[in-house]
């Protein structure tokens, strides 16, 4: 079964390495080698910028935003640059499945927290023309798009800012994804009602299976559906199951998400967002060459064939092609 992925934090793992490519590299979660073995049609590639703390806890170097952005764009670029026969870019849906006819595997570029654009609208064109084609609003920090999930109410009703609202028109012009894994719930139903387009929850789980504020709501996952959008269900053990000390992953646990989702959304808005490289635990599915093994489950499940097409890559081909 081919599949599309909608996230890893694959680009900051290498720059954290100092590898120049991401095209072997067993240490990590996700390779292009791997992807390939695993059916991999299509994997989203986020470029993550973690906060000055989370730099410092992880060792890594601290800099300016913008300088990098374009270290880890070089990674991605040097990838596509020498392994071009295996690997492509694709800005569209048409792309994808030129890639797909060449054998090739499709790299998304994608952007996770929105905090470099920095309140100008131009940075989002500057995006858009470096490929980046869907850009989670927040982390887990307030930045010029609006508040991020949090356990504190009052930052959670915090809706878009002004900019924020803004952006989201501008986005809908270009054909960039508005990404709302991580957004408070106050910002998600912002871009509900003001996104013309479908809209993505990359990698956000069902808070009702997890009490998790990155979770979401049964209403927030019919509002993601009713405007044709899709969420990726999340790899990560912290937010699979009620007890967010959870540190185990298995596949009858993607399977509940995927179910609930689809009971609270329908068939159409559920999709596979790992979370490669961002996240740790005792993984049933540790690695993208390890993917099949999770639709064998899904089968074993009760899934429809139909159903499964849909989670595997159909649901996010869709969206794709409505957005981009």
Same mark, same amino acid.
């Given at each position: 079964?081919?599949?599309?992925?909608?996230?890893? #934090?694959?680009?900051? *793992? $290498?720059?954290?390495?100092?590898?120049?490519?991401?095209? #072997?590299?067993?240490?990590?979660?996700?390779?292009?080698?791997?992807?390939?073995?695993?059916?991999?049609?299509?994997?989203?590639? =986020?470029? %993550?910028?973690?906060?000055? *703390?989370? *730099?410092?806890?992880?060792?890594?170097?601290?800099?300016?935003?913008?300088?990098?952005?374009?270290?880890?764009?070089?990674?991605?670029?040097?990838?596509?640059?020498?392994?071009?026969?295996?690997?492509?870019?694709?800005? &569209?849906?048409?792309?994808?499945?030129?890639? !797909?006819?060449?054998?090739?595997?499709?790299?998304?570029?994608?952007?996770?927290?929105?905090?470099?654009?920095?309140?100008?609208?131009?940075?989002?064109?500057?995006?858009?023309?470096?490929?980046?084609?869907?850009?989670?609003? !927040?982390?887990?920090?307030?930045?010029?798009?609006?508040?991020?999930?949090?356990? @504190?109410? &009052?930052?959670?009703?915090?809706?878009? !800012?002004?900019?924020?609202?803004? =952006?989201?028109?501008?986005?809908?012009?270009?054909?960039?994804?508005?990404?709302?894994?991580?957004?408070?719930?106050?910002?998600?139903?912002?871009?509900?009602?003001?996104?013309?387009?479908?809209?993505?929850?990359?990698?956000?789980?069902?808070?009702?299976?997890?009490?998790?504020?990155?979770?979401? !709501?049964?209403?927030?996952?019919?509002?993601?559906?009713?405007?044709?959008?899709?969420?990726?269900?999340? %790899?990560?053990?912290?937010?699979?199951?009620?007890?967010?000390?959870?540190?185990?992953?298995?596949?009858?646990?993607? $399977?509940?998400?995927?179910?609930?989702?689809?009971?609270?959304?329908?068939?159409?808005? $559920?999709?596979?967002?790992? @979370?490669?490289?961002?996240?740790?635990?005792?993984?049933?599915?540790? &690695?993208?060459?390890?993917?099949?093994?999770?639709?064998?489950?899904?089968?074993?499940?009760?899934?429809?064939?139909?159903?499964?097409?849909?989670?595997?890559? =159909?649901?996010?081909?869709?969206?794709?092609? #409505?957005?981009?």
């Amino acid at each position: 079964m081919n599949y599309i992925d909608m996230h890893c #934090d694959t680009l900051m *793992k $290498a720059w954290g390495k100092k590898w120049p490519d991401i095209y #072997d590299r067993p240490e990590m979660m996700v390779d292009i080698r791997r992807l390939l073995r695993g059916g991999c049609k299509a994997q989203f590639f =986020a470029i %993550f910028l973690p906060s000055p *703390k989370m *730099k410092e806890r992880m060792g890594l170097a601290q800099m300016d935003d913008d300088d990098y952005i374009n270290q880890l764009y070089r990674i991605f670029c040097t990838t596509l640059e020498q392994h071009g026969d295996e690997v492509a870019q694709a800005k &569209s849906l048409v792309q994808m499945h030129e890639n !797909t006819s060449q054998g090739k595997l499709s790299a998304i570029l994608t952007m996770e927290d929105g905090r470099s654009v920095d309140g100008k609208m131009e940075k989002l064109d500057h995006y858009y023309n470096m490929g980046v084609r869907v850009i989670g609003l !927040t982390w887990n920090q307030e930045n010029c798009f609006g508040a991020p999930n949090s356990r @504190d109410a &009052s930052i959670m009703a915090k809706g878009l !800012t002004d900019f924020g609202k803004d =952006a989201i028109i501008r986005m809908n012009e270009l054909g960039m994804g508005i990404d709302v894994s991580h957004l408070s719930d106050g910002g998600f139903w912002d871009v509900a009602q003001l996104t013309q387009k479908p809209f993505f929850a990359t990698h956000s789980n069902c808070r009702s299976l997890n009490p998790h504020p990155r979770s979401m !709501t049964d209403e927030m996952i019919r509002a993601l559906a009713d405007k044709g959008g899709v969420m990726g269900v999340n %790899f990560c053990p912290a937010f699979l199951i009620h007890d967010v000390e959870n540190n185990r992953a298995d596949c009858d646990m993607l $399977a509940a998400q995927l179910r609930y989702m689809i009971n609270a959304g329908g068939e159409d808005c $559920a999709a596979i967002g790992t @979370d490669f490289d961002g996240m740790n635990g005792e993984l049933e599915i540790a &690695s993208a060459d390890k993917m099949p093994n999770l639709f064998i489950a899904l089968e074993h499940a009760g899934f429809t064939p139909r159903e499964i097409e849909k989670i595997a890559f =159909a649901n996010a081909e869709r969206v794709i092609a #409505d957005v981009f």
